[in-house]
């Protein structure tokens, strides 16, 4: 998927265009594509039709995971505090030509839950910090429905094994270390898939049980971006 991102370099230059910016100054999270990110994506697009499923993308960023999921058939939503961040996820969710357009939502997530329920919740590199966690959990369990599936990607950060382990204490999970290369970066990603149900978690585990080697079958190019100061 070709997708079009905040140009970094000009952002840092001149700090133009999004609320509370600083020349010079470092910018935020989400205008990066991290490697957690394209490694669920991967996942995503490995599993293949997800068509009757909806799936929420929990603190979106730029909704790589949410942009797969949608073009493997699911209904997304996203879900960000930052309104950039949504602006530049749904255009381009909606330019892959998605038969649905996935929705929106601009809500403090660490504060609120997203309303509605969803068969699979897609937490990209999410659980960095510890203060958020409980926030994480609750959605979990208020936000997946029966059967529903939690996935999680991190790059093996510390903070997030406690979140990690909470998943493996109240739910079936399978997990793996996938090495991802994306651009010029490659780094050990630990992706887990949850359920409490073993029925909806065998084809995760099946994919997760699979080669370490983070390719992309029948997609060779899955995230390919072009900077941009803003989505046209």
Avoid at 31 to 58: F, H, T, Y
Avoid at 106 to 127: H, I, M, N, Q, Y
Avoid at 185 to 205: C, F, K, M
Wanted: aromatic share 6%.
């Amino acid at each position: 998927m070709s997708l079009v991102i905040p140009d970094v370099s000009a952002w840092m230059r001149a700090g133009e265009w999004a609320a509370n910016t600083v020349p010079n100054g470092e910018p935020p999270y989400w205008v990066q594509i991290w490697p957690a990110s394209v490694a669920m994506a991967r996942l995503l697009w490995r599993r293949g039709n997800l068509a009757g499923k909806a799936a929420l993308d929990l603190g979106c960023g730029l909704g790589v995971p949410g942009i797969a999921a949608a073009r493997a058939g699911a209904a997304v939503t996203f879900a960000d505090v930052k309104p950039d961040a949504l602006a530049f996820a749904s255009w381009n969710a909606a330019r892959q030509g998605n038969a649905t357009v996935p929705a929106v939502v601009e809500l403090d997530w660490s504060r609120s839950v997203v309303p509605g329920t969803f068969d699979l919740l897609l937490l990209a590199d999410v659980s960095y910090r510890p203060v958020h966690h409980s926030a994480l959990q609750r959605h979990c369990l208020q936000a997946l429905r029966p059967g529903g599936v939690v996935l999680h990607a991190d790059p093996l950060r510390r903070e997030s094994t406690p979140f990690c382990q909470w998943l493996r204490q109240n739910m079936a999970t399978a997990d793996c270390v996938r090495r991802t290369s994306f651009l010029d970066r490659s780094l050990d990603v630990r992706l887990i898939a949850a359920s409490p149900s073993a029925e909806s978690l065998a084809p995760w585990r099946r994919l997760l049980d699979a080669s370490p080697v983070d390719t992309s079958p029948g997609d060779p190019n899955p995230v390919s971006p072009s900077p941009s100061m803003r989505p046209e």
